[in-house]
């Protein structure tokens, strides 16, 4: 155990109950309580105005808190240090200028990769194996299967062509390894050296991945730059029978030319991401035929969240120590975050 | 490239297009009528007294064929020495006389169980993240999921538990390897070496693999002993919200069963396989909430049956050569053999 410093600053946590269950079971819960003399807990959602009144009266150095908590107000940059934040994007929660103004703000950062590459691994089995098609036939329609030679693909020893080199790419990798795959991959920000430590083949450009790609898995940024970045012309350089997953960002990929596209040359398809969320109810992605769909819920799964909420009791460790902190978002990720 | 012998036998080949396609592609066609001056290829399907007349007429030592070939004649015993079957069961095409009387039989082995591992894991993962239910939901019922708590599980940390530690266990454990399962398995035939090797622990009995499964994988042989031994006492010991998976024999699963305690203990389920195939219209599994469905296609793909192809070249070759043959089916294998 660590010591506790001698002046220990002022905690205001807010979560609603689910959150608290997911990301501050018991155990957590005791060890953060444990750390501060002086915390408020207090129940999520709040009103506007009652989330004003409570920040001015107590005035924290630091906030730990989930999705439903409202918008911090610029005033909060008097007395406010750490926004130590249990999820993902920050942006609804912290206005610009208070990073701007010194306040060091934490996520849940790549502790989530290996759970939204597991959801990657699964479309891409799904796909191959046609499982959204089997689900319906199966469930709805009272099928089965004619003859022996179904139309069904195996992933060990296909080529697995990555677009985005970061860390859900990297967990994909280690998850990966065991099928034997041919992996490249299409990053120009990432270093070669990178590539020669995962063994993954770099390529040029996105016109050499998607013409080798058995299996394509979009995971792309999604900064402005990179809108409908994934159209026609690309996806008509899939092979036929190919594989195409999208678990990164929805605005990348056109989707219209997925739609058409997939249908003329076979391809399987998985998504979790979509340019429209909630996918609208006559999306014609509903309607294809070889398609695994998932609404968005790659991310952290309920039981790992757990991991998140011991970051940031590491975090807050880190802090109270004057130790750097993990996942500290200066103003260059908080303007490339989507 | 191994010489011939002086001698060569007659090889009888059945197969038809599609198998063909499948089983021997070009090149491994051309590596066998390389190995071969007499060599017969005959189109599949076959009438019966078709089949016996060719077989009268041929006379052949050697058959190599797949699904579609008729039943051997008890005849056949007096030419044919060597049944090379590309597939899995041999018991509908060779009758147990033609083996009691020395012919020798193999099949395709252990060679599939990779793709059944991979089909076994992918009906985990789809268990976990409930994906029978979203492909409905999303492609038939233009839903979405509702808030951020979906109902949805990682596999990362969990325990699995194996009914069952033959060769598509334990190609399933290098493929449940990157997730850090804790893995047990149930298996009394299977020494404690192997157990210890795998870093797998032993359960004594059934009652304890299934108390201590978060996730559940049924592939215990299909043996008339094994009838309905997965019943109600048995899945009401999985822990709530467990996942159960069987990707071995539908007939060792007490369905009804299944489908009262998965509702009660809100079970995953994931099939692939049932007491009755095809799966009737009616059955109730069809209509269960938490369940992904698939029509027995755990076996190897399409796209992977030419490594059953690529086996039957070594094995004729070993054949030739008076080599020990793989995967030789005696008396015991056939009356295990489901």
Not at 87 to 111: D, F, Q
Not at 258 to 265: D, E, K
Not at 278 to 289: A, E, F, I, N, Y
Request: net charge negative; charged share 25%.
């Amino acid at each position: 155990m660590t010591q506790k410093p001698t002046s220990l600053p002022a905690i205001l946590v807010v979560m609603t109950e689910q959150e608290k269950v997911e990301f501050m079971p018991p155990d957590l819960e005791a060890r953060l309580r444990g750390m501060f003399a002086d915390l408020t807990w207090v129940e999520a959602p709040l009103e506007e105005d009652q989330w004003h009144k409570l920040l001015d009266q107590k005035r924290p150095e630091i906030l730990l808190c989930a999705w439903e908590t409202p918008p911090l107000p610029l005033s909060a940059g008097e007395y406010l240090k750490f926004c130590c934040f249990l999820c993902g994007s920050v942006r609804k929660l912290v206005p610009r200028e208070l990073v701007e103004g010194g306040l060091k703000v934490t996520n849940w950062g790549a502790i989530v990769s290996n759970t939204v590459a597991e959801c990657s691994l699964l479309l891409i089995l799904c796909a191959l194996r046609r499982v959204g098609n089997w689900s319906v036939a199966m469930r709805r329609d009272g099928k089965w299967k004619s003859g022996r030679h179904p139309d069904t693909l195996s992933l060990f020893g296909r080529r697995v062509a990555l677009h985005g080199l970061g860390s859900i790419s990297r967990e994909l990798v280690k998850l990966l390894k065991p099928f034997n795959v041919q992996l490249s991959a299409y990053s120009p920000s990432v270093p070669d050296e990178t590539f020669q430590e995962l063994n993954i083949r770099r390529c040029e450009s996105l016109e050499d991945l998607f013409s080798t790609a058995d299996v394509l898995v979009e995971l792309a940024p999604g900064k402005p730059a990179n809108h409908h970045l994934v159209g026609e012309d690309l996806l008509k350089l899939l092979p036929e029978q190919a594989v195409f997953v999208n678990l990164g960002r929805g605005m990348v990929v056109d989707e219209a030319a997925l739609a058409r596209v997939s249908q003329q040359r076979g391809l399987h398809i998985g998504l979790d991401v979509y340019q429209d969320e909630p996918l609208p109810v006559d999306s014609p992605l509903r309607g294809l035929d070889n398609i695994t769909l998932l609404p968005h819920l790659g991310g952290p799964t309920p039981d790992r969240r757990r991991d998140c909420g011991e970051l940031c009791l590491e975090n807050l460790e880190n802090y109270l120590h004057d130790k750097p902190l993990i996942n500290l978002i200066d103003l260059g990720i908080y303007d490339r975050a989507t």
